[in-house]
T-cell receptor, first 112, second 111 residues
Framework: DTEVTQTPKHLVMGMTNKKSLKCEQH?????MYWYKQKAKKPPELMFV???????INESVPSRFSPECPNSSLLNLHLHALQPEDSALYLC???????????FGSGTRLTVV | KQEVTQIPAALSVPEGENLVLNCSFT??????LQWFRQDPGKGLTSLLL?????REQTSGRLNASLDKSSGRSTLYIAASQPGDSATYLC??????????FGKGTRLSVIA
């Protein structure tokens, strides 16, 4: 298995909802990442987990809460989002340097 | 702080042309450089990964080169096809920090 699987592919949520994004990989990668991407912009790093521990938080608002239950799974819990949080959310994984990153197909999130 | 620049920002070519996309980075202390393709609203597909010790990598009609000392990489696409239309992103891995992306080149191949 050489893929990163993200679910759901599309999500529409209200500003008072609580939802979660899920990311899974079975390549034995020990680093996993959440990126946010707005239209016509490059991906922006949100969080990095290394060996199931949060190693980087790029000053992301607390309405985004990451979780890494095990080495294969990464979640992003969403609560009280704003319309400007609407974006494509990408998950990625990697083995130690110098290996490359593998990205999932993303979750298209719309906040209404 | 590593910065990655991609030129041109957009490119439109007729089908069959050979083309070159450029990527430059400010800090030459990198481990590797990765080229990705992204279709509208989709995830990133890895095209080529070049290690810092390598000069080039090839996959089918794609060839990526790396000149680490000058901080440059190029992605060469031979005999372009309409299906090559997408955004191409260059990303640099410096080891201690996650990938740093350029802003991408939006390619349109006209039939």
């Amino acid at each position: 298995d050489t893929e990163v699987t993200q679910t759901p592919k599309h999500l529409v949520m209200g500003m008072t909802n609580k939802k979660s994004l899920k990311c899974e990989q079975h390549m034995g990668h020990r680093a996993m990442y959440w990126y946010k991407q707005k239209a016509k912009k490059p991906p922006e790093l949100m969080f990095v987990y290394s060996y199931e521990k949060l190693s980087i938080n790029e000053s992301v608002p607390s309405r985004f809460s990451p979780e890494c239950p095990n080495s294969s799974l990464l979640n992003l819990h969403l609560h009280a989002l704003q319309p400007e949080d609407s974006a494509l959310y990408l998950c990625a994984s990697s083995q130690e340097v110098p290996y490359g990153y593998t990205f999932g197909s993303g979750t298209r999130l719309t906040v209404v | 702080k590593q910065e990655v620049t991609q030129i041109p920002a957009a490119l439109s070519v007729p089908e069959g042309e050979n083309l070159v996309l450029n990527c430059s980075f400010t800090d030459s202390a990198i481990y590797n450089l990765q080229w990705f393709r992204q279709d509208p609203g989709k995830g990133l597909t890895s095209l080529l990964l070049i290690q810092s010790s390598q000069r080039e990598q090839t996959s089918g009609r794609l060839n990526a080169s790396l000149d680490k000392s000058s901080g440059r990489s190029t992605l060469y696409i031979a005999a372009s096809q309409p299906g090559d239309s997408a955004t191409y992103l260059c990303a640099v891995n410096s080891g201690n920090t996650p990938l740093v992306f350029g802003k991408g080149t939006r390619l349109s191949v006209i039939a």
